[in-house]
């Protein structure tokens, strides 16, 4: 391949700047070390997400989509997604998926790192609660949290940066009706400001933030850590398209090839190559970096690099109440969740559980849409009626069920598109399982008792919704035996010792929570192990 100029070597090259790649870059340059970040993607000009507009639902539908098959700008490559039950749901920029995520903020139980011990399927993982909790608790710092410590599932969490948003009437109902049936519920925790924070904005209340926050309140990467890292000498290149990790005999590491925006392919070479491009980026990343020693794609010796994917399939179940509930005020993070039914109980006939949290139904669009009413017929004689009976007097259990992982559930690179700097797209192959598919049938049956109690006077059952893909996790896995995982729990490929990988391909299990302090914790404390150990770390000649 002919390359034009390289830009000088750095001690770091990370690929992708959402959290994953953002705290890995942090944490490095807090020692001093030089780091370049390549982002296919831009800075979000949030001026475009018209959240304080009446018609957002409308504008939502295209440039601000979550869905990159839908919305299909400059930095999405092509996802052919014919062969799977779930849509994957990214942002591709500047900040990452965060830029769209709800910032609900959850951390993992100690139970999901022992699914095996446990249960008895899938794997362990070979760190524990233990490991990452100190690792949660300066994240949370960083990504600027807000909730309410306490909780008895998190004996641990004494505090959190700032006091929790308020939980609004929907919120309260539903805790109250949690009181009455002696089941589990919490103030939500959230990555959303509600005083002024470092870099970010006190929150408004606009219930937006799916759509981007204009106001900074939601922590994503972009407002948290992009803009103290440039000032800090990190180089973030943005649309530029990382597109191989070059590696030399000894078989480390070298170089990140990547073409810029004028269109032009440069070579960064560094000591150690960090990978945080999610569960879909990075699988196609290493699958595209084939050589002769690694030829069926980098650190792939165990075959499983794209494989065992998960992705959380998601149910809802929307309560229809007479009170006026108006449920888009406030946050869209979570006002409230619950784990009543987190952990396995044997007598259900399946293996692990679900987390619910309390979601707002939306604006008079999204009375309409898949999510959260499934297919629900509306249109036709009766549409005001209906509109009118749900707008603003309804609210949904979010239940996000864990999924186990399966090596049919894949992620493979798919000749037959292309992206703009000409490399392949992907194509998922996805299949719910069984366990998963009882699962579900179980908390929404759950879910619906749970609503009804509240005094629902109607509940809509969306048993699961194709548009939820917001969780994409497993395919470079972690563990112990470089035959049966790719990488350590170190974040480092067995078979590249300065190929280190931080975002959530790595899960062994995917557990029921939204992934981010996670994906975030682990990061830190992968860079953390890196930095500690900079005189043993292997690097290219
Ligand atoms: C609509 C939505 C709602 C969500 N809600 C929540 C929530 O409430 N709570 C929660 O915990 N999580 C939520 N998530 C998930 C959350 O956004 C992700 O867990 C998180 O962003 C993962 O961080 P990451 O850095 O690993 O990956 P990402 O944030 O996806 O970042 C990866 C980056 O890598 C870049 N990249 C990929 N390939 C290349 C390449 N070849 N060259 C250059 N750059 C590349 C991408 O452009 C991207 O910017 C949500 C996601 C979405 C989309
Ligand atoms: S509700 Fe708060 S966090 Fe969400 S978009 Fe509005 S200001 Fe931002």
Request: glycine letters at 10%; proline letters at 6%.
């Amino acid at each position: 391949m002919e390359l034009s100029s390289s830009h000088d070597r750095a001690d770091v090259v990370i690929v992708g700047a959402g959290p994953a790649g953002a705290v890995a870059a942090r944490r490095f340059v807090e020692d001093g070390f030089s780091v370049v970040c390549i982002e296919q993607g831009d800075w979000p000009d949030y001026s475009r997400s018209h959240v304080a507009d009446e018609y957002l639902e409308l504008s939502a539908g295209k440039e601000w989509n979550p869905q990159p098959t839908v919305r299909r700008s400059f930095s999405d490559y092509p996802i052919d997604t014919s062969r799977s039950d779930v849509e994957p749901l990214i942002w591709n920029g500047v900040g990452g998926s965060a830029v769209m995520y709800a910032g609900i903020w959850m951390r993992l139980m100690p139970s999901d790192f022992r699914v095996r011990s446990l249960d008895g399927v899938a794997d362990d993982w070979p760190l524990s609660y233990e490991d990452l909790a100190p690792f949660y608790e300066r994240i949370e710092r960083d990504f600027g949290v807000s909730g309410y410590p306490g909780d008895p599932a998190f004996p641990d969490i004494d505090s959190y940066p700032m006091k929790a948003a308020p939980i609004g009437p929907h919120g309260r109902m539903m805790a109250e009706a949690h009181n009455r049936l002696g089941w589990h519920w919490w103030p939500g925790s959230n990555a959303i400001a509600t005083e002024d924070y470092r870099n970010q904005g006190a929150c408004v209340q606009r219930g937006a933030c799916m759509w981007g926050c204009i106001n900074k309140a939601k922590a994503s990467p972009d407002v948290t850590h992009w803009p103290d890292l440039l000032t800090q000498g990190v180089r973030l290149i943005t649309r530029a398209v990382a597109q191989e990790i070059e590696t030399d005999a000894a078989g480390r590491a070298t170089a990140v090839v990547y073409t810029g925006d004028d269109g032009v392919t440069r070579r960064q070479e560094a000591d150690v190559v960090v990978v945080a491009a999610n569960g879909l980026g990075t699988p196609r990343l290493l699958q595209l970096s084939t050589s002769t020693r690694f030829p069926n794609g980098l650190a792939n010796g165990s075959g499983l690099v794209g494989k065992r994917l998960m992705m959380h399939p998601f149910a809802t179940v929307v309560g229809v109440f007479d009170d006026k509930l108006d449920p888009w005020k406030g946050v869209w993070g979570q006002p409230v969740y619950s784990l009543e039914f987190y952990e396995t109980v044997k007598e259900r006939g399946f293996v692990r559980g679900a987390k619910w949290n309390v979601t707002p139904t939306g604006g008079p669009q999204a009375m309409t849409a898949a999510f959260p009413w499934g297919g629900s017929e509306i249109w036709g004689e009766g549409f005001h009626d209906t509109v009118r009976d749900r707008l603003g007097h309804s609210l949904a259990w979010g239940i996000v069920a864990e999924d186990l992982p399966e090596e049919h559930n894949r992620v493979e690179l798919d000749h037959s598109t292309r992206d703009r700097a000409g490399l392949p797209g992907v194509r998922m192959t996805y299949r719910t399982s069984q366990n998963t598919k009882d699962l579900l049938a179980f908390n929404v049956e759950r879910a619906s008792e749970s609503l009804r109690e509240a005094g629902a006077k109607e509940t809509i059952v969306a048993p699961m919704i194709r548009e939820t893909g917001w969780h994409i996790l497993g395919t470079a896995t972690m563990g112990e035996d470089a035959a049966s995982s790719v990488v350590d729990q170190w974040g480092r490929a067995h078979e590249v010792p300065n190929l280190i990988i931080v975002d959530g391909s790595t899960w062994p299990t995917s557990s029921g929570m939204n992934p981010t302090p996670t994906i975030a914790a682990f990061s830190l404390r992968a860079i953390e192990h890196a930095v500690t150990e900079r005189r043993s770390q292997a690097v290219s000649s």
